[in-house]
């Protein structure tokens, strides 16, 4: 009788409860458009009016609408943009229970990714998605059968943005044969111009007197390393911040910052026929992300006297032979000038810019000598400080100090190589092992209780000595107790395998550096594999050396330390 009364209680207060809210979907829209040239129904604010109506709509109380996130000037086919990249975080985060968009070629033309995203990603996030103008949603009673139809557009919007592709290349390639004037930016000393018809250059006075310049000063013997620390020490605007200045590059917050003048750009207007009134394109062959590559000149479309030359043939020629000379005479005197060893791992303190490795070739012996300096920050405290030179780092002293940090590193490796057996068999080891098994066995033991007491509350409840209410109540409690014990004993396990020996042996630190024991000089696979970053100071050639895997070996110090084999041995 009690318990007839209990469940009589339970389905009154079910009937006086309240009725439950309707379900809600936190909706964000997302809009994209590649280019503000594209049709006006398709601009973001088109798109973004087509979402508020859709979900506005009376009829879908369920959409509350937080907000549109959009994409302005990317592709379909690129999947790295700030706005789809945010809407991914959302729905990751919980944050977003419902994506809308205009149609389905706006989340983006490519087959596999937008597949996996509607039909993987989103599913597994219990996420809705919904099409307007495909009438998709994916939370309505006919979203099966309208599976195959979003599929075939999927496959639609693909083709359409691989023929969109050919079109335009066909279409730069048609304007290259025209000559006609491709590119934002205009080579330095130019402007571009639409006076009389089609985009031209004209003379820039400015830039154009510096490039005289520099044409002047290698006929004169200057090197390109001394023209480019003439430009910066007489504060010569270097091209992007001219450009900056002028307007011609705006809504670009790096153009703003002080850019200097490198010799390899002074190199590219030295060798640019542009200057003598030359107008080349199709240069350079660049297909997707990758980088461009520089065509056989048979099939540059070269159009002569295009536009007013900054430059005369004359001196522009005997520029070139100059250049020509002295790449001959590097290679008389060899331009193998061996591996950089430590390319990409070494950079400036102060601005974090990658060094590069400059040398000088002493004119008597022909010896070649490397150093390291960040050019950048020699020409500020040459300015700032008023030095006359800023001392570089030569690449022995270099080496020397990066081998003595290796070396080190090395004969720990070796100390723990050998003290390695003894710390896994110690006894506070053993002891430890002995403690963590055992407490191992009783989380065994506990999950195995709550997975048997959960089997008892199911048995009762189906004989009705538990109402669901009840039975809910045990299950929840249960299934929490065997997660708990299960994830201690994961944890314990884990922890078991640290004292392991083997484990202890292909420990990363130890199995890496233990490849180069006995090394004498570097080489490039040594200074990838153990050296994560080396910092120079530009003004005192400090070095600080970060280096890989100390993260591996402060859990064997620690693990030598709890064993007290060192104790016990003093």
């Given amino acids: 009788m009690p318990r007839t009364s209990r469940k009589n209680l339970f389905q009154e207060q079910q009937l006086t409860a309240e009725l439950p809210k309707a379900v809600t979907y936190a909706t964000w829209g997302y809009a994209r458009i590649s280019a503000d040239d594209e049709r006006s129904d398709d601009s973001i604010e088109s798109q973004t009016a087509i979402i508020q109506d859709y979900v506005g709509d009376k009829a879908r109380p369920d959409l509350e609408l937080q907000g549109v996130i959009s994409d302005l000037g990317f592709s379909g086919t690129n999947f790295d943009r700030p706005g789809y990249s945010e809407l991914l975080a959302g729905i990751i985060s919980g944050k977003i229970k419902c994506v809308v968009v205009k149609d389905l070629s706006r989340l983006g033309r490519t087959y596999i990714e937008v597949g996996e995203l509607l039909f993987d990603t989103l599913p597994s996030y219990n996420i809705r998605f919904i099409s307007v103008n495909d009438s998709y949603d994916s939370f309505a009673d006919d979203a099966g059968r309208k599976k195959l139809l979003i599929l075939f557009k999927n496959l639609v919007n693909h083709m359409y943005s691989k023929d969109l592709g050919k079109k335009i290349s066909s279409s730069f390639l048609l304007k290259q044969q025209k000559g006609e004037l491709l590119g934002s930016m205009p080579p330095y000393g130019y402007l571009f111009t639409t006076e009389g018809g089609g985009k031209r250059l004209k003379v820039e006075p400015e830039s154009a007197e510096i490039v005289k310049l520099i044409f002047d000063m290698r006929e004169q013997g200057s090197s390109m390393i001394k023209i480019a620390d003439h430009l910066n020490r007489n504060n010569i605007a270097a091209p992007r911040n001219h450009y900056y200045k002028l307007g011609v590059l705006s809504n670009c917050e790096r153009n703003t910052k002080k850019a200097l003048w490198q010799n390899g750009y002074i190199g590219g207007i030295l060798k640019n026929e542009v200057y003598i009134g030359s107008q080349i394109q199709g240069k350079h062959d660049k297909k997707g992300k990758k980088t461009a590559t520089i065509k056989p000149k048979s099939e540059w479309f070269i159009y002569e006297n295009a536009h007013a ?215 490039r696979a040594m200074v990838s594999t153990l050296i994560s970053r080396i910092e120079v100071s530009p003004l005192t050639n400090e070095i600080s050396i970060v280096l890989n895997f100390m993260d591996e070996l402060e859990k064997l110090n620690n693990l030598i330390e709890e064993s007290g084999v060192l104790t016990d041995a003093c």
């Fill in 309 to 523: 030359a900054i430059i005369d043939k004359v001196q522009f020629n005997k520029v070139q032979r100059l250049l020509s000379e002295a790449g001959e005479k590097f290679k008389k005197l060899g331009n193998e000038l061996g591996e950089n060893i430590f390319v990409g791992k070494i950079f400036c303190s102060s601005c974090g810019k990658s060094l590069k490795r400059a040398y000088w070739r002493n004119d008597k012996t022909q010896e070649v000598r490397f150093r390291y300096a960040c050019r950048d920050c020699a020409f500020v405290l040459r300015n700032s400080m008023n030095l006359k030179k800023v001392p570089q780092l030569p690449y022995e002293k270099l080496e020397e100090i990066v081998i003595s940090a290796l070396q080190r590193q090395l004969e720990t490796c070796v100390n723990i190589d050998s003290l390695i057996e003894d710390v896994t068999n110690s006894a506070a080891i053993t002891n430890k092992c002995f403690s963590l098994k055992s407490e191992y066995s009783k989380c065994q033991r506990n999950s195995k209780k709550a997975e048997d007491m959960l089997a008892s509350a199911y048995t009762h409840h189906l004989a009705g000595l538990l109402d669901d209410k009840e039975f809910e109540l045990a299950r929840l409690n249960f299934e929490k107790e065997k997660k708990m014990a299960e994830t201690k004993a994961e944890r314990i396990q884990a922890e078991l395998a640290g004292y392991e020996l083997d484990k202890q042996r292909q420990n990363a630190f130890l199995a890496n550096f233990r490849n180069f024991t006995g090394f004498v000089t570097l080489n």
